[in-house]
């Protein structure tokens, strides 16, 4: 028979990635993605330790309170926004694209993509773990960390590239269980991160 823990730890890892959808959908997509996903990262840590349990405290309570207190990065989320918007659609014309010098742009873009998500998840992790206060300092800090722990980058653009090959094989899997397994993938790789 399976470990009640373990049952409990699952349930709310899915409650987890139902509010991290609802919370970016609050803050109309492009104002949510940081404080939603900030405070994801906050809430599995919470998780892990068990704090639901010690303090009684729902895993909706401690997900509103931890996007209040990461909501001051909302104009920084829609920057992010913005330029992913901008990288998506260029790597999608130049993939269209039947010019000589597609491949070659196509390439740039796909590496300048993967950049871009390894930045937005150091950013929100450094923004869950409070090191920086300004968000330029922190993205500064985040590119200088995706570069100097470039297996651990690495490990992490797989582990993207899984979930979104999950996303189009089963969406309803992905809405469920992919916000949670991204926060518990950025929580193990991230502990004892090179500072």
Do not use: C
């Amino acid at each position: 028979m399976m470990d009640m823990t373990f049952i409990t730890r699952v349930y709310y890892y899915i409650q987890a990635s139902l509010l991290f959808w609802l919370f970016v959908l609050r803050g109309f997509v492009v104002y949510g993605l940081i404080p939603a996903t900030a405070g994801l990262f906050a809430v599995i840590a919470d998780v892990k330790r068990g704090r639901m349990d010690e303090e009684d405290v729902s895993i909706a309570q401690m997900y509103t309170s931890y996007y209040r207190m990461y909501s001051t990065y909302k104009w920084g989320s829609f920057l992010f926004a913005l330029v992913f918007a901008l990288l998506y659609m260029t790597t999608f014309l130049l993939n269209e694209s039947t010019t000589e010098y597609s491949l070659i742009g196509l390439i740039v873009m796909l590496y300048l993509l993967a950049l871009f998500l390894l930045l937005f998840t150091y950013t929100s992790y450094l923004i869950t773990e409070g090191k920086v206060l300004f968000l330029h300092q922190t993205v500064g800090i985040s590119f200088v960390l995706a570069i100097k722990n470039l297996l651990r980058s690495v490990f992490l653009l797989v582990g993207m590239f899984f979930l979104y090959y999950m996303g189009t094989l089963n969406l309803l899997l992905f809405a469920v269980s992919a916000p949670a397994l991204y926060g518990i993938m950025v929580r193990a790789l991230m502990t004892n991160l090179n500072k």
